[in-house]
């Protein structure tokens, strides 16, 4: 175990180091490029800032406003048919939606439940097999200025549901 710590100490700065010697044995003015790569990055953020705000926004109203409790009533049957933790069932309906409220809910399952029960291993299961699809499309998109998003929205979405589906059968099959 020794070996591993010490690569994973020494990784980084033999990384970097590799990067400069290759810059100046190609004669590549590295710092300069370093500078325009971080300039290039700030203004991505700042035009996908107006998209995150409103992501983060619209999924605080969401979830204050009591809208998320209504539709987990309102889809409460689906949930028994699909035999899905009624637990669970806010994370299956953040996860496409915000990365940090989903993980805010996988926390608060296994707190409660523990990482070894069905709940637990749904909520796992989900949250790795699931993707934050308006997140995902808001960075990637709104980065590269593409407005018309609604073939990659219907197959994200159908993507997500087959992998919520998948989770609770192979929670409910393979694990037992």
Known sequence: MGI????????????????????ILRKVKAYDLFIEGAKDGIETVIKIMPSLVG????????????????????LRP?????GMPPEVAPLALLRPISGSAS????????KAFGPDTYE??????????????FYTLAVYYGSVGVK??????????????????????ACRFIFG
């Open 78 to 82: 689906l949930i028994d048919l699909l």
């Open 4 to 23: 591993i710590r010490q690569i994973s100490d020494y990784a980084i700065p033999a990384i970097f180091i590799i990067i400069i010697l290759a810059a």
């Open 148 to 169: 018309n998003i609604r073939y990659t929205l219907i197959a994200a979405i159908m993507a997500d549901i087959i992998s919520v589906i998948a989770s609770l059968w």
């Open 120 to 133: 637990g291993r749904v909520a796992a299961t989900m949250m790795g097999s699931t993707e934050t699809i």
């Open 55 to 74: 992501l983060l926004v619209a999924v605080g109203v969401f979830k204050a406003s009591g809208a998320l409790d209504l539709l987990i009533i309102l």
């Open 103 to 110: 993980f805010a809910f996988v926390t608060e399952i296994i």
